[in-house]
């Protein structure tokens, strides 16, 4: 069992704060970071992946709570929140958002199982122990929809004795107030267990003049159960019980930007007109003009099961886990005070998954992790509605409709996988793996054009013969009714072979190649009733990566770097269509940069760090669309060709050319009874576009954003208070959007938090 570290040691840590140095007479060390990227522990530092580790005390003093608060912390990872969900985007790869029935190309783990949908990770990170990222393709040990790369997110395990953790935090001027109980110890000599509640409320910090309130309010309620049985001497099993409630109400998405200068095209003005009425003032601030009904409800439960147990000195691991939730989504979609669209889907998903897992035992001349995994997941979206207040002239409202539409899919997969290490020598061994996959989806989809905010199609004589006026309005968006079943299956491939030189006793040098693939699947929310524009295709990429780690001056300093060179065919690309997320196949693209991690503990009370990355991920063969505002058309639209463009050298979406992040941390006692610990980080990103159509108005510019933290913690580590600031540079960003159905010229896009001050306290008896 794992005895607690005080909170402040344990929060100092390289690369992105991922190990903390050793304070005492002698000069200062690095600690050693173990992972268990390659499905066993080991040290971060012989790992041939390049991979930031950040620990939960990390994350908590940086104030951050969810997946898209850590990116500013690990160069090369970008989350884009979108209306339905957060976008995961490593090294310029990621796609996804909005598809309820697409895998993110970043497969998240959650203490070894998989998440393969959105709304799993929307709610706040709880007692987590440490996040490790994974950068590159991670196909054999992690699955065929790791593509980019993985996260695996570790929860904090049960003590071996008895500890009370007691945490409250504030931020303001929002009023954001975040509460978590920790009960963990012993039950008895074999049984220990752990028990979490969390209640959170992120503060507003939009206003709305339409609904005369702050918006967006965040409420979250989670609690958590472990429990770990030493059932023998060589057998552990631990079960993990959790069930959250996640309720957002208004939104942070809005009118960003308005071209007066667009050419003007169907319902333009009308929807001009009617948000100008309603008082839209086009500016990307912090007030937003949403209209209707914008409400999110997620309720989520999961259980893991692990069992792990020596046969000998080789390691068999039993991993299984259920999940499921259910989502109710109210959206205003087109973001601004005009009534254009509005839009409610209920989603209900369901994953069971198992894998049986063996490792041989370290330090033999032949070494290898094999086993088996199987999943089977279910999504049903039982009601999806679109209302179109369209409010064409003549017609008036006799053009209002709504789209109501039903999907059903079921995947099961299998895969076997096997990695093998052969040490040639003390100094020199080689790694192959492959993993064989086969999945098999089967969908059906459903929609019919109804009367304004009905589920019904008309009944009464007067809906009936307005029915051809809906159905010729609706046509205009490239919606129809339809009903029809899909079924892919698809068998793949993956595998990786590395190699690993210690150069010293301190530096590793290693080369990999790996290949990797990403199933293809099914566009749940489209409107169109063309069944080809349902299925996207299998994702595949190819990586060459070499790197350096290694621990400087007797381990005073850190230095990681590596170099990676990717190339996708089929690339699955996430577009927003006005009035859904659509996903389709670009033809190729390359991603390669340089990752740099270095940490410095200058002496015992002083620690720096700095991570750095430079990428270029761009389309090597992209035939995409165009921007609807004629006036940002590149030369290369082609409108005879239905509005394309060639995108061939063009940025990838989420993709900045630098980014990177700089810490410096001073700890010191001062007195017999406080420890003082003062640090400041700096997070970097350069210009990056989020419009798949590189519309210069859906870009977000360079910026820098500042944290810092001042903490005291008494020497017997019962109790921590600490002043926090986040984005003290005040910077108003922003990382997905897109254009408004209809209204060439029209932007909106989220609104990220300002500048925000915060005191936390924590409370630990043991």
Known sequence: MNFRVKKLQRAIVTAVMASAPLYGNAA??????????????????????????????????????????????????????????????????????????????????????????????????????????????????????????????????????????????????????????????????????????????????????????????????????????????STTATLKLEHADYNEEGTNFQISDYDRTAPPELFTAAIINDATAGGEDFTHNYTGYSNGRTELELASDSATLNITSMLGEHELTILGGYS??????????????????????????????????????????????????????????????????????????????????????????????????????????????????????????????????????????????????????TSQLGAQPFEFDLGREENNVDGTFNIQWDATDNA????????????????????SGDPDDWEFDTEQAINYEVGLKSDLFDRRARLNVSIFYTQFEDLQVSSFDGTAFKTGNAASATSKGVELEATFAMSEKVL???????LQATFDEYIGSCPLNSNVWSASCQESDGATQDLAGKSLDQAPEWSGSLFAEYRTNISDDWLL???????????????????????????????????????????????????????????FGGEVLQAPGLYWANTQAPRQYGLSLNYHFE
């Open 28 to 233: 200062p060390q690095l600690e050693e970071v173990v992972v268990t990227a390659q499905k066993r522990s080991e040290s971060a530092q012989d790992v041939p992946i390049s991979i930031n580790a950040v620990s939960g005390d990390m994350l908590e003093a940086n104030g951050v709570s969810n997946l898209e608060g850590m990116a500013g912390m690990v160069p090369n990872l970008n989350i884009g929140d979108s209306p339905d969900g957060n976008m995961i985007v490593m090294r310029g790869l990621g796609s996804g958002t909005g598809n309820p029935s697409f895998e993110q190309s970043v497969g998240l783990y959650v203490d070894g199982i998989y998440a393969a949908r959105g709304p799993q990770f929307q709610v706040p990170f709880v007692d987590v122990e440490r996040v490790e990222v994974l950068r590159g393709p991670q196909g054999v040990l992690f699955g065929k929809n790791s593509i980019a790369g993985a996260i695996a997110i570790h929860s904090a395990k049960p003590s071996s004795v008895t500890e009370v953790d007691l945490s409250a935090s504030y931020i303001g001027p929002q009023g954001t107030f975040d509460t978590t109980a920790v009960l963990s110890g012993p039950l008895s000599d074999s049984l220990f267990g752990r028990v979490v509640a969390k209640k959170a409320t992120d503060g507003e910090y939009m206003y709305s003049p339409i609904n005369k309130q702050d918006e967006q309010q965040n409420d979250t309620s989670a609690l958590r159960g472990i429990l770990v049985w030493d059932v023998a001497e």
């Open 508 to 527: 590793m040098v290693y080369g990999t190649i790996a290949k990797a693939t990403k199933g293809g699947g099914f566009n749940a929310t489209s409107i």
């Open 608 to 614: 720096l760090g700095l991570n750095a990355a430079y």
């Open 677 to 735: 610990a003062a640090r400041v980080d700096g997070q970097y990103s350069d210009m990056f576009s989020y419009n798949p159509t590189q519309d210069p108005y859906s870009t977000q510019e360079a910026f820098w954003k500042f944290n810092m933290q001042i903490a005291f913690e008494t020497s017997d580590g019962a109790w921590t208070i600490a002043l926090n600031g986040y984005n003290l540079s005040d910077e108003k960003t922003k990382n």
């Open 324 to 473: 499921s939730y259910e989502r109710v989504n109210y959206s205003d979609v087109d973001f601004s005070a005009s009534s254009l669209l509005h839009r409610v889907q209920e989603e209900d998903y369901e994953q069971s998954s198992l894998e049986l897992r063996i490792a041989s035992p370290a330090g033999e001349t032949i070494e290898y992790v094999a086993g088996l995994y199987w999943i089977d997941r279910h999504l049903l979206i039982p009601r999806a509605r679109l209302d179109l207040d369209i409010l064409v002239p003549v017609v008036a409202d006799l053009s209002n409709a709504s789209l109501y539409s039903e999907y059903d899919e079921s995947s099961t997969a299998y895969s076997g996988f096997g990695q093998v290490t052969w040490n040639f020598a003390d100094t020199l061994r080689a790694s192959l793996g492959v993993r064989y996959s086969n999945e098999t989806k089967d969908a059906a989809a459903f929609q019919t054009v109804n009367p304004y905010g009905s589920d019904e199609g008309p009944s009464d004589p007067v809906d009936i013969l307005q029915q051809p006026i809906r159905l010729a309005i």
